[in-house]
């Protein structure tokens, strides 16, 4: 029993370590932000708890760069980028899964293919499509919402994960349907699509993560600052006021929270579902 | 397999399909199209030259470098994350208290924008930050975290493994949860504790995780951007430019966007040797018909 004890303990320490390790970058920046002006935030040795503690940099970085209107934005592009996708996902999931059709096969590979093909190496084709179709902050603002939002408004990974928990579903559920007279729309939206709920929910949740934090797109394809969506947003003021690294810290801290509450209020999905979602980034 | 039911369910793919056609497949071939064009002389009067920006690149001193830092970028990464988490894992896996918390907190940082996490980084590798404070609190000099050549990349990796390390714990602990435990008791009844228990046992079973770990993790290395973009730039000395950033500098600074779709298909040949293996062999049962 003494021996389990002691083992016990050794794991805890570990993990406690790891823990302090990840958060550790996040909490120093927490510091910094909340350090004073008469503070040197290179002091030597550092010092972790403010002396002089303020939310002054808070405010000042919120008068300085619009982030609400940040997140208002990053909110409205993850919204609807997981609105798109769960509803994209779940029809084109719901054939490959249920039905036989012609040409199912080549639909089939077809989806698979774009897995193979990152977003990266397509990325400038993509962008002078939507240029061309007029999905940018040139045009209004509705259009360069949907220029940051379709281009990730479904993928072969959703499409699968959906696809996977149709399979799951006895087929006898969906023949006693027939016999009741259900076309095959009241078969998917009635009876189908409740029975995959916590799929759907895991798609959901992994898609708003994935947006939320997405800076590669919103960088390349927003000329407009009223659109900035966080990351883009953050990056700028890290770089727009790079010589006080506490306006950029308070920034970072504010970019963070929403995200962090998502998190928490959902942390039960996230250690209980990693892998369907897997395969992602 | 009648007409109607065909119909039915070419409806339901159709608002998906529309998507893909219009932002995946018809910018696939476009990618590859525009490979075969030269705009270096004039961007509105793109030169048909066969297989020259390939050539071009395959010669250019530049972008053999970036294929070079992009595996060794790979390297630095993928075994710790494939091994480190999968010991976090275990650890958790244990009959312990907080096992929840720590799940949780080792989370964090998969959740938070990459963005942040690098302007974090930034901030520990300044010149005289916190790491160093410990650097030189060890006795040894000051490190160029991001100023430094030889250094660069390794700190780049570093919050790359940062980030990642707790959605790969997940993964292989959802995996481990599968192991049944009568396996444990029958390889204890053998005399099997501890470590050993974990080599017999534990890594037999869920090696098609450890497997699958490995090409997402691959793949992912080789489609490194943000960490870049946001601390070094591809720099000091290009010793930190990866093939995405090269193709991203092409296209969208120097509007080379022959040079840069060239640059796209050799990429996309190089994932897709991780991403054949990871679909056709790891993950079979997701992906067949």
Request: proline share 5%; hydrophobic share 55%.
């Amino acid at each position: 029993m003494k021996k389990i004890k002691l083992k016990n303990i050794f794991i805890h320490i570990i993990l406690i370590s790891v823990c302090i390790l990840s958060l550790v970058p996040l909490l120093w920046l927490l510091s910094t932000a909340l350090k004073g002006r008469s503070e040197n935030i290179f002091a030597y040795p550092p010092i972790f708890i403010p002396r002089d503690f303020t939310l002054d940099n808070f405010k000042e970085v919120l008068k300085l760069v619009p982030i609400v209107k940040y997140v208002i934005n990053s909110f409205i592009v993850a919204i609807s980028t997981v609105f798109l996708n769960v509803i994209l996902s779940a029809l084109a999931a719901y054939p490959l899964a249920r039905m036989n059709f012609k040409g199912k096969k080549i639909a089939f590979f077809s989806i698979l293919a774009t897995i193979m093909v990152p977003f990266q190496t397509i990325m400038l084709p993509v962008y002078i499509i939507t240029l061309k179709l007029h999905l940018c902050d040139n045009y209004s603002d509705l259009m360069g919402y949907l220029g940051l939002i379709m281009p990730f408004a479904v993928n072969a990974f959703g499409i699968f994960l959906l696809r996977q928990a149709f399979l799951t579903i006895p087929k006898e559920i969906e023949e006693s349907a027939v016999i009741d007279g259900c076309n095959s729309f009241q078969i998917f939206y009635k009876l189908l699509l409740p029975m995959i709920k916590p799929s759907l929910a895991l798609l959901a949740i992994f898609t708003f993560i994935g947006s939320w934090g997405e800076f590669l797109w919103p960088s390349i394809i927003l000329t407009n600052e009223n659109l900035y969506t966080l990351p883009v947003g953050i990056n700028n003021l890290s770089s727009a006021f790079s010589a006080d690294y506490r306006l950029v810290a308070a920034g970072s801290i504010v970019s963070i929270i929403p995200i962090i509450i998502f998190f928490l209020a959902l942390q039960k999905y996230f250690i209980s579902g990693t892998t369907e979602g897997a395969v992602k980034g | 397999m009648d007409l109607k039911k065909s119909i039915g369910a070419y409806l339901f793919l159709l608002p998906a399909g529309i998507v893909l056609l219009v932002f995946f497949f018809i910018p696939f071939f476009q990618t590859i199209y525009l490979s075969f064009f030269s705009y270096s002389n004039d961007v509105y009067k793109p030169e048909f030259v066969y297989l020259g920006n390939y050539i071009e690149l395959l010669k250019s001193p530049l972008f053999l470098k970036t294929i070079l830092n992009t595996f060794y970028f790979l390297i630095l990464c993928v075994p710790f994350l494939v091994i480190f988490p999968l010991f976090l894992a275990i650890l958790i896996n244990q009959k312990i208290k907080y096992k929840n918390i720590y799940k949780i907190l080792i989370y964090i940082p998969v959740v938070i924008s990459i963005v942040v996490v690098a302007i974090a980084f930034k901030w520990l590798y300044a010149p005289e930050g916190l790491l160093n404070f410990f650097v030189e609190k060890l006795g040894f000099a000051p490190i160029g975290w991001l100023s430094d050549p030889k250094v660069a990349m390794i700190s780049v990796a570093l919050v790359t493994i940062f980030k990642g390390v707790g959605y790969y714990m997940m993964i292989y602990l959802s995996a481990l949860m599968s192991v049944p435990n009568e396996l444990y008791e029958a390889a204890e009844v053998d005399g099997a504790v501890g470590f050993k228990k974990h080599m017999l046992v534990t890594i037999p079973h869920i090696m098609p995780m450890i497997a699958l770990v490995s090409t997402i993790s691959s793949i992912s290395a080789l489609k490194v951007f943000v960490e870049i973009y946001v601390m070094t730039k591809g720099g000091p000395l290009n010793s930190t430019k990866t093939i995405v950033y090269y193709i991203y500098e092409k296209a969208f600074e120097n509007l080379d966007l022959g040079i840069a779709s060239a640059g796209a298909v050799i990429l996309l040949f190089i994932v897709m040797i991780f991403s054949v293996i990871n679909i056709f062999v790891f993950e079979k049962d997701k992906y067949t018909l």
